[in-house]
């Protein structure tokens, strides 16, 4: 867990490096192919089978921001 | 043994899922105006099959406010080797409903909060989920943050059984962060904790003790009261090229209970047709640990132990999936339509009753905005 504890601070620290991208610079992060889910109707099907199936679950279904377009 | 088709953990995602994108489908712009129709089918080779409609709409209201309603059934036929071997002799139906309201107030520019209420009916079995969240678009909306509280409350029954009633509580919490990462991608993070108390076992599952190298008698399951569990996954979404996109994800989850698991999942996408038409794939890996407790069989010699659970769905375990995905945007009032279908193989490495499974689990959805 401290591993994983540290990993998360790594990847946060990373993320607020991130370069800003403008609005009008985001016609491909509008894409619904970069949407999260990409396909919302298949992804509940898959995950309602595997909350079902398998022993463990979480953050499997959140995240997924959008772009800010408009 | 027969299967409870509800657990509280289907419900949490029922809530991630509309809490994350309002208005379902597309929410890289947000019109929440529409209706969402689906039917998914599971069907798998131990005889066990469910149908699930589902409909959902979601709309606007004055000063910012959006709401949506949802609901989803679930009819279940089963004539699984659990089912037939121990419970009833035959094959069984069962219904579950799910039905959901919520609410999504924007607060001031780029800050929303939402509240949701989800619950749920079948024969053994009824949980309500309250939810309540906030989403903020920081830093020139360029970062996306996303808390999310949820309190379950629980009843367990056991069919044929009026007086048998066991209460389960549950508190969630998950943290989503999205950052644009450039002009062709993102990077999500998402921590998610789970606190389980109460009834946890299933009153339809026996443990088999063995003594003298033999099966000698059964006892009903018996699992902790008390079960926390915390999962971090970490994805990338990116853009390889105008029309071709890929996802990929990581997922670690690990409980009190001794479960831990690990996921990745890869998705491919292309854009065809002027972006009329997106095709994609999908695979998925998985595999877990065993709870602490979880025994294909017990021995006998020194008594019935106080934790006891043979489920294959805690022992040692691993699943793989593939899938096709089809989505269209229909030339008549920018109707959306998807279809899936997907093959997912499961192994159980310390059942004696099933050693694999192969399921197919397909889908199909209606988006009409309004």
Not at chain 2, 47 to 72: F, K, Q, Y
Not at chain 2, 96 to 107: P, Y
Not at chain 2, 227 to 236: D, F, G, I
């Given at each position: ?40 109707e298949q992804?509940?099907a ?25 | ?36 129709v689906g039917l998914r089918v ?11 409609p ?283 339509v998807s279809m899936s279908a ?20 397909a889908s199909l959805g209606l988006?009409?905005?309004?």
């Amino acid at each position: 867990m401290k591993r994983l504890g540290l990993a998360l601070v790594l990847v946060g620290g990373a993320l607020v490096a991130c370069a800003r991208v403008r609005p009008h610079e985001r016609q491909i992060l509008a894409h619904p192919g970069l949407a999260q889910p990409p396909w919302p109707e298949q992804h509940a099907a898959h995950q309602h089978v595997y909350q079902i199936r398998e022993g463990s679950e979480g953050a499997a279904g959140a995240g997924g921001g959008g772009c800010g377009c408009n | 043994m027969r299967v409870q088709l509800i657990r509280p953990r289907v419900i949490a995602l029922a809530i991630m899922a509309m809490t994350a994108a309002p208005g379902g489908a597309r929410a890289q712009v947000d019109d929440p105006r529409q209706v969402t129709v689906g039917l998914r089918v599971y069907a798998d080779d131990d005889r066990v099959t469910v149908w699930s409609p589902s409909a959902r709409a979601a709309a606007p209201l004055p000063h910012g406010v959006t709401v949506d309603v949802a609901t989803t059934v679930d009819a279940v036929t089963a004539a699984s080797i659990d089912v037939v071997s121990t419970a009833s002799p035959y094959a069984f139906t069962e219904t579950r409903i799910e039905g959901g309201v919520g609410l999504t107030v924007e607060v001031r520019p780029r800050h929303a909060v939402t509240a949701r209420v989800i619950g749920s009916d079948e024969r053994d079995y009824t949980a309500l989920r309250l939810s309540a969240g906030w989403r903020a678009e920081l830093a020139a909306r360029n970062t996306t943050v996303d808390l999310t509280f949820t309190a379950g409350l629980d009843t367990v029954g056991r069919a044929g059984d009026p007086t048998f009633a066991r209460d389960r509580r549950e508190l969630r919490g998950a943290l989503a962060l999205t950052q644009i990462t450039d002009r062709r991608g993102y990077v999500d993070l998402v921590v998610e904790a789970a606190d389980q108390r109460g009834y946890l076992a299933n009153p339809y599952r026996f443990v088999p003790i063995e003594m003298a190298g033999a099966v000698a008698y059964t006892l009903p399951e018996r699992a902790p009261d008390q079960r926390t569990a915390v999962a971090a996954l970490v994805r990338v979404r990116r853009a390889l090229t105008d029309a071709a996109f890929v996802h990929g994800d990581y997922r670690l989850s690990r409980d009190t209970w001794g479960v831990t698991s690990n996921t990745a999942t890869l998705r491919l996408s292309r854009a065809m047709r002027a972006d009329e038409l997106l095709l994609g794939v999908e695979a998925r890996g998985y595999r877990q640990d065993a709870a602490s407790f979880h025994r294909a069989v017990y021995a006998g010699d020194s008594g019935a132990p106080a934790w006891r659970t043979s489920d294959r769905a805690l022992g040692r375990m691993a699943s793989a999936t593939a899938g096709v995905v089809a989505e269209s945007t229909v030339p008549w009032h920018g109707l959306r339509v998807s279809m899936s279908a997907a093959w997912v193989h499961f192994w159980w490495l310390d059942d004696l009753r099933q050693s694999d499974r192969d399921a197919v689990v397909a889908s199909l959805g209606l988006v009409v905005p309004l």
